[in-house]
Structures are given as structure tokens and as C-alpha cells.
């Protein structure tokens, strides 16, 4: 097998190795390096992060998993420094040395940052990242006044996001016109008014000359000498194609790394694709031209003939709630050009199409976007428009003039993935979809920006006919291997009494025999907490730090981390762990979030005899179970203590331990309000006051922050025993696999979980199932230590590793 290593791990290369698979999985040996500590994600997404439409984890392309089982090495959070084209190897910032006969280079781009006085400051971000996005909603929620510089596309969607959380925001443009690379002036002003009436204040014409402030920013400065207050900074004025390590190493780049219309580079074996690609002299920043790069690399890396690239004409659409258009091609009229216009100004409608030769050149669609396929499609293609009625809907925003059933076959339904009406209807009829989710699942439309879902529904509307079952069509089906939700799945396990993962699949007609990472951790999670009793869990269905009982991280060695009740060890304890660390070259010993003692760097093949060694309980700091109570010194030994919060934590940790639960739960007990273990910010936190305990609920100290809300104040630690079981239990019988307790509190609203949990009768109920499923569970690595099959299975060194699990 050839080697094929690729630096980058973003969408345009991720997307070139899913078309390479395709093509074959036999050639290549591949490995991928990533600067970020994340596996392949929807960074278009970003956007809706911020906006509060969607979560960290949902935007997630390509889980560990997909690595994995393509045989993909990932080093994650690891930058490639050095190409040496001619050793052909790279050299990373970890001094790991990989040797390739085939490189992609797909470094993507960084935000531009105005390099002016000020620019380093704390509070001053660009748009580009899951960290940059972290970092806005942390400043939203200990701050007030955000500035965004650029009125582009990137900028008013962080404004809009930024608007969301709550801060004021002034958007800071150095032109007379908002998008004035995609809109006239009549949409830009249209556009303005828009976001104005949405709470969005424009200091237009202004040129940012210093960002003001000490450590922090507080303001900037302009070029006419005015100032404006900040407490938060965007740059959103563009992108810079990320070059340095091709440029370093010789390969010729321009503005962006330079490439023919195979993608080569001018270095033999290596290529280039993405934002960080020059072809024929554009850089493109969305990604369907991308993705097209990406196929055609692919088609050539695996040595069959494909037509050349030679370039992309995109269409831009802004993701932002209550504003409607779209953007192709020329802007600007010449004496070449003459448009053809409608415009509606009392409804804020207005069209515009710029034609040249009777061909279709530029287009402008404001507050109607229902024409934008068949005019891209003209445009794109060259037709002519001799006698063409070009707009359908004459700004009426009447009945779609996209009509699925008059569109041609080859028309782009979805513009980032190049999707046509064609392949949708011919996936339809030929797999037999009848879903949303199993047409992206198998075409990839919607998968991107996902502004193509409404018509790809229509699409499935008109080809399956009386078929068609509009409910069935929008639900979200667990995966893309099957049409069933979650409460149907449940349901049938429950109906049809199904004991095992395969039995789901074959007796719920699953299209895919062998399920994906998606579904099958899932059912395995549903089986077990309907059948407490019998259910025998299915390890290899399992993500794969529950599979191995230990956190696997991005260099492929694994953490171990004993259980340590409450936060609470002993001189004993501590020896033992010191030893077996010294015994097997640890590499870094350190204690965890969680209060816990962790050795990382553990090689998979030492995992059994260590934990032999340390004869302590699994510490849980890796799976969708209970990981560690947290826990406050307390009335033991604080004077302001009034609770012994060690002992309630100890006593939770040991009764919950074990649980298999949706997501991982995380609790928190103090012994006064001080709070001190942060109890406020976990799943179940528990404070004490005098003569009993507020219990507070889905909490969330990570990406999501949350603080929890009070469920209830009770009078003692068997009152709280009592709540947390019932509660956990509720918990783990109606959320989602995959969705953290506060999320599954906000679906299902905090009033109606303190409803059913107020009534005594549902509490024991709850209780007695919760009962049921402890008293089932084993000790994994008691059990692992044991048994010599499993040993063998997961122990020795044969097993393929990836990067980290998703926390
Ligand atoms: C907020 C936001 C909204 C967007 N909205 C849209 C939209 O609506 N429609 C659209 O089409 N596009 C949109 N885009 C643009 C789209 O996301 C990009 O075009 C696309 O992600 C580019 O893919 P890429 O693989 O070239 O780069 P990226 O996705 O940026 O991936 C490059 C990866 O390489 C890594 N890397 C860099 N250097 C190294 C190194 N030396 N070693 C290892 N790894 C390295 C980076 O950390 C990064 O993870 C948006 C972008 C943002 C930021
Ligand atoms: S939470 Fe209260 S009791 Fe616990 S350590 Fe802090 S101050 Fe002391």
C-alpha cells in the first residue's frame, strides 16, 4: 500500500479522503495530521453555533469512529512543521516523523487580523474555529458590548450570533455598503435596514486604526479620530490562505499555495486542496468549488482519468434568521452588460439579473431566494436566456418558481455538496429513502450550510408521490442506516421484546447490515436500559473508550485513571499509584478536572497488568456513565461547612458508579453555599444548607456553559439518595443517546421534570428500575484482568488506535 499523509484535517481535506474511499480502500496507507484537537467538523456551522441553533457536538462530520474503521492514523492537535519533499516526509511540532509517497496539503486559511496597534489584546478574536467560538460565548456571558470588524458575510453572521447572546453590537465596515463583493446597493441597503430593525447598530466608513485598552480591550480607535466602547473584538474582514509550511519548504506558492488543474503543486507527489489552494489565480473560501477540487484530486491520486478543475463560479447566502438572498457572479454593470430587474420596495423584495450576450452573468436575489437554482443554473451553464421568463415569482413571494416538478435533472439542488435533482431523485428511487436524514445520508445534499433541506424535502414529496409521509419524511432518525427516531426505536425493542444490537437492525430493516457508529452504540445503550436484567452488553458496538475502559488519546496511548470516591484517597492508595507509575515510565502523572489522579501516555498492552497492579476500581474518566463526584472539604474539616459533603459525595460516587447513562454525568457536592466544588456547574450539583440540601440540575461547566437550575431542597442524604436515583433514572429512561442532562432538561422543560419527580409514586417506581440496572453491572477492569479473551481481544498490540475520544 502506497503511503498517503495529509496535513490538515478540515472539510476540504477530509471531504478529498471520503472520495478517495470511495474510489478504493485498498491504495492507501493514510495518515492525517491536525492542528486542531477536534476530528473533522461543519465549520460553516460555526455560524450556527453562535446563534444558539445548534451544538458543538452536532456539527461533528467525521466522528473518531469513521478513523478508525477506515484504518485512518489521526494524530489530532498536532501541527506538521517541516515538508522535506525531498526525504518525502513530514515533521511534526511533536518531532513525530511520518514518510508519504502522496501529501495533501489542506491547511485551510486564518482570519485576517488588521495588523495595527492593539491587535493582540485580550478580548480581540477572529471567526475561524471551535476555540474562537468558545471564546465569544464566554465573553457574552461576563460582558456587554461587542464590536465586529467587516460587513461581510463572516461578520454579520458572528454579529447576528453575538446579538443572540445577549451583547449589544456595533458592526464596524470600512465601505459605504454591507457585502458590497456580493450586493448592489440597493440589496445592501435592503440588508442593512434588515438587521437594524433585528438590533444590529453599523458605524459605517469607518477605518479601525488601534484597538484601546490595557491588558483587555476596551475600545477602538478610528481613522476620522472617533472612538467606540468594546468589551469583545471580532475581525471578521476576510481570510489568508494558511501557507507557511509549503512556503518553508519550498513548494511555489502565491496568495495562496499554487496548484494546476489536478491539484498538483510544483513539488512531484504533492498536492493541494481547499482554502489554502491558488488555482488559476482565486483562492475560493466556501466550500463547494472545495469539494469539487476534492474529487477530482482524488479521481487523479487514484490513478483514473478525470476531467481538469478549471474553476468554480459560487453563490453566496448569509446564515441569518429573517434575511433572505443570494449572490452569484458579477456584481457591477459595464457598458457590456444590461440587468433585468424587479424591485419592491414596500415588501423589501427585489431581483436582479445581470445578462451579457443573452447570457446570464450575475445575480442578485433579495428577501425572495426562490429563483436562485434555476438562475444559478442558467448562469453556470450559459444558457440562453432569449425569451426565458428569468423571474418566475415577480417578487410577488408567491409559489416557488423552483418548482421540483419543472426542474431539469441536472439541476444543483445542494451548492455546497454539488448535488442535482437528478442523483437525489435516482438515490430515492434506487435505495428506497423516504427520509430528509437518509437522502443526505447517501447524496451528501444538505450536509453542509443545509439551506437545501426544504427542497430536497419537496424533491422526496414529488418522486415518492401517495408514498410520500410528511411527518415520517422531517423526523430525525437515529442514523442515516434507517428511517426510526429514538421513540420508535425504543418502542419496538419494547413491543417486539429485541434483545441485541443485529435484531434491531435485521427486524427494523436496517439499509445498512452492519450499522454505523452512529447507531450502533445507541441501540446497545437502548437494549441495556430496557432489558435491566438480561441485556448482555455488546462491547464492539461501543465507542471506543467505553470499549477499551480507558480514555484514549490523540497520540493513540491511553490515560488510567483509579477511582478515587468523593475526591477522598488514602497514603496507601497514593503509594500504590506512584509505584505502578514509576514501574511503567508514566509519562505524565496529573490530577484531574474531576479531583482524580491520572497517568497518561499508558501503552494499550500494559492497560490489564496495571491496573492488576493498582487493585483499585475502574475510575470511569471516559465513558457516558457517572465519571467522579466532586467534592468540598466540608463540615469535616471547614469552618463554614454545615454539611459533611465528602460523605455524600462518597456515597453517591459509590451507588451511581458503574451506571450506564445517555452522556457522561457529572456531580458536584458542596457543604455550603461557597460552593467550592463548583456544584453549580454539574449535571446533579448538591449544596448544603442549614438542616438539608439544594439540589440543583443540568449544570454544564464545558463548551455548553450552564449554570444548573434548582430542582429542590431537601431535608437529608437519604432524601437526596432518593431524588438523584429518580431523577437519573428519568434521565436515562426519555433523553437521547448522546444528549447531556442539560440539554435533555431544556427539551424537556425544567417544570415538567419537577412535576414527575414531585409525585412519591413515580419517584419509586424510578428507583426500583434504577435498582434493577445496579445491580447487574461488573467491574470492567476487574473483569478485563480476568478473563483472557478479552485480554487478547483488546489488549495486544494488533488493535488500530486514533486520536482522543470527544470529551
Ligand atoms: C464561521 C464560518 C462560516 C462559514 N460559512 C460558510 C457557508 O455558509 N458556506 C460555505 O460554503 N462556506 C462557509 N465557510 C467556509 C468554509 O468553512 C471553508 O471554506 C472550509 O472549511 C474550508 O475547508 P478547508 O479544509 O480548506 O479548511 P479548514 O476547514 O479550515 O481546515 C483546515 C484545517 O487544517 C488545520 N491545519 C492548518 N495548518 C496545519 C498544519 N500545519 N498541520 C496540521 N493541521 C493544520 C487547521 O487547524 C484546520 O483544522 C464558513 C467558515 C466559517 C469560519
Ligand atoms: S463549600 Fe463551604 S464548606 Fe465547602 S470548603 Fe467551601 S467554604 Fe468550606
Known amino acids: 500500500m502506497k503511503k498517503l499523509v495529509m496535513i490538515g484535517n478540515g472539510m476540504a481535506g477530509v471531504r478529498t479522503i471520503e472520495e478517495i474511499l470511495k474510489l478504493s480502500t485498498e491504495q492507501f496507507d493514510i495518515t492525517i495530521f491536525g492542528e486542531e484537537p477536534h476530528p473533522n467538523y461543519n465549520r460553516i456551522k460555526l455560524s450556527n453555533i453562535l446563534q444558539g441553533d445548534t451544538h ?158 490595557d491588558e483587555r480591550v476596551t475600545g477602538l480607535r478610528f481613522k476620522d479620530g472617533s472612538e467606540v466602547e468594546a468589551d469583545l473584538v471580532v475581525m471578521a474582514i476576510g481570510i489568508k490562505s494558511n501557507i507557511q509550511v509549503a512556503k518553508n519548504s519550498g513548494i511555489y506558492v502565491n496568495r495562496g499555495i499554487v496548484v494546476n488543474d489536478y491539484m498538483e503543486t510544483s513539488v512531484p507527489h504533492v498536492y493541494a486542496v481547499g482554502e489554502c489552494a491558488e488555482h488559476r489565480e482565486i483562492v475560493y473560501g466556501l466550500v463547494a468549488p472545495l469539494y469539487e477540487q476534492g474529487k477530482i484530486l482524488a479521481s487523479h491520486i487514484c490513478g483514473n482519468e478525470t476531467k481538469p478543475y478549471e474553476g468554480s463560479v459560487t453563490g453566496t447566502q448569509l446564515k441569518v434568521a429573517g434575511v433572505d438572498l443570494f449572490s452569484a457572479g458579477e456584481i457591477f454593470e459595464d457598458g457590456t452588460t444590461k ?115 426544504p427542497m430536497v424535502s419537496q424533491i422526496l414529496a414529488h418522486t415518492l408521490g401517495d408514498q410520500f409521509d410528511a411527518a415520517a419524511a422531517q423526523k430525525t432518525s437515529i442514523c442515516g442506516c434507517t428511517t426510526v427516531s429514538r421513540e420508535e426505536l425504543v418502542a419496538e425493542i419494547k413491543e417486539k421484546g429485541l434483545a441485541s444490537v443485529k435484531e434491531v437492525m435485521n427486524v427494523l430493516d436496517w439499509n445498512n447490515t452492519e450499522g454505523c ?80 489522579i491520572g497517568l497518561f501516555g499508558v501503552k494499550k498492552e500494559d492497560l490489564p497488568v496495571m491496573w492488576e497492579e493498582l487493585d483499585m476500581p475502574s475510575g470511569y474518566a471516559y465513558g457516558k456513565t457517572l465519571r467522579t463526584v466532586k467534592t468540598c472539604v466540608g463540615a469535616q474539616f471547614c469552618r463554614y461547612g454545615t454539611q459533611d459533603s465528602m460523605a455524600l459525595g462518597i456515597e453517591l460516587e459509590k451507588k451511581f458508579e458503574r451506571l450506564d447513562t445517555p452522556h457522561k ?30 439540589i440543583y440540575v443540568a449544570g454544564n461547566g ?3 456553559l450552564r449554570a444548573g437550575d434548582l430542582l429542590c431542597t431537601v431535608k437529608t442524604e437519604e432524601d437526596v439518595m432518593e431524588m438523584t436515583g429518580a431523577y437519573l433514572q428519568y434521565y436515562r429512561e426519555t433523553a437521547n443517546y448522546l444528549e447531556r442532562t442539560s440539554k435533555w432538561v431544556e427539551r424537556m422543560g425544567l417544570d415538567h421534570v419537577k412535576e414527575v419527580l414531585a409525585d412519591e409514586e413515580t419517584r419509586k417506581a424510578l428507583n426500583e428500575r434504577m435498582d434493577q440496572t445496579l445491580n447487574k453491572y461488573i467491574e470492567p477492569w476487574n473483569e478485563a484482568i480476568q478473563n483472557e479473551e478479552i485480554k487478547d481481544k483488546y489488549y495486544t498490540r494488533h488493535n488500530i488506535s486514533v486520536g482522543s475520544e470527544s470529551k
Open 56 to 213: 458543538f457536538e452536532d456539527i461533528i462530520i467525521n466522528p473518531l469512529e469513521w478513523y478508525q474503521e477506515n484504518k485512518i492514523q489521526l494524530y489530532t492537535g498536532e501541527a506538521i512543521v517541516t515538508i522535506d519533499a525531498e526525504g518525502k516526509r513530514v515533521i511534526s511540532d511533536q518531532g513525530r516523523e511520518v514518510e508519504y509517497d502522496e501529501l495533501i496539503i489542506a491547511t485551510g486559511s486564518n482570519s485576517f487580523i488588521l495588523p495595527i496597534p492593539g491587535a493582540d489584546k485580550i478580548g480581540v478574536t477572529g471567526f475561524r474555529d471551535i476555540k474562537d467560538c468558545e471564546m465569544m460565548i464566554k465573553s457574552a456571558g461576563q460582558y456587554q458590548k461587542a464590536v465586529v470588524i467587516g460587513g461581510g458575510l463572516l461578520g454579520l453572521e458572528a454579529a447576528r450570533g453575538l446579538l443572540n447572546l445577549g451583547m449589544k453590537v456595533e458592526v464596524v465596515h470600512l465601505m459605504p455598503h454591507l457585502m458590497e463583493r456580493q450586493l448592489d446597493p440597493i440589496a445592501s441597503s435592503l440588508l442593512k435596514t434588515e438587521l437594524e430593525s433585528q438590533g444590529m447598530n453599523f458605524l459605517m466608513e469607518k477605518q479601525t486604526v488601534e484597538i484601546l485598552g
Open 339 to 453: 440587468s433585468i430587474m424587479v424591485y419592491n420596495e414596500y415588501e423589501g423584495l427585489y431581483k436582479r439579473v445581470l445578462t451579457r450576450n443573452n447570457t446570464i452573468v450575475g445575480i442578485v436575489l433579495y428577501g425572495d431566494t426562490k429563483d436562485s437554482t434555476r438562475l444559478y443554473r442558467m448562469l453556470t451553464k450559459k444558457e440562453d436566456i432569449s425569451g426565458v421568463s428569468i423571474f418566475h415569482t415577480e417578487c410577488t413571494g408567491e409559489a416557488g418558481s423552483n418548482d421540483v416538478a419543472s426542474m431539469p435533472n441536472d439541476e444543483l439542488v445542494c451548492g455546497c455538496n454539488g448535488v442535482t435533482k437528478g442523483a437525489i431523485v435516482e438515490a430515492i428511487q434506487t435505495q428506497g429513502l423516504t427520509t430528509l436524514d437518509q437522502v443526505s445520508h447517501c447524496t451528501n445534499a444538505g450536509r453542509s450550510c443545509g439551506r437545501c433541506k
Open 517 to 596: 457508529t452512529k447507531c450502533r452504540p445507541a441501540i446497545n445503550y437502548y437494549l441495556g436500559m430496557i432489558h435491566m436484567d438480561e441485556y448482555k452488553d455488546d462491547r464492539d458496538s461501543r465507542l471506543v473508550n467505553e470499549k477499551m475502559h480507558a480514555n484514549i488519546q490523540k497520540d493513540g496511548t491511553y490515560s488510567v485513571v483509579p477511582r478515587m470516591y468523593g475526591g477522598v484517597t488514602t497514603a496507601a492508595d497514593l503509594k500504590k499509584i506512584a509505584e505502578v507509575a514509576e514501574k511503567y515510565n508514566v509519562p505524565l502523572v496529573k490530577l484531574t478536572g474531576g479531583q482524580r
Open 665 to 694: 454525568v457529572k456531580m458536584g457536592v458542596s457543604a455550603c453555599p461557597r460552593n467550592c466544588s463548583e456544584a453549580g456547574i454539574k449535571d446533579i450539583g448538591f449544596v448544603g444548607i442549614d438542616g438539608g440540601w439544594e
Open 702 to 704: 464545558g463548551v455548553d
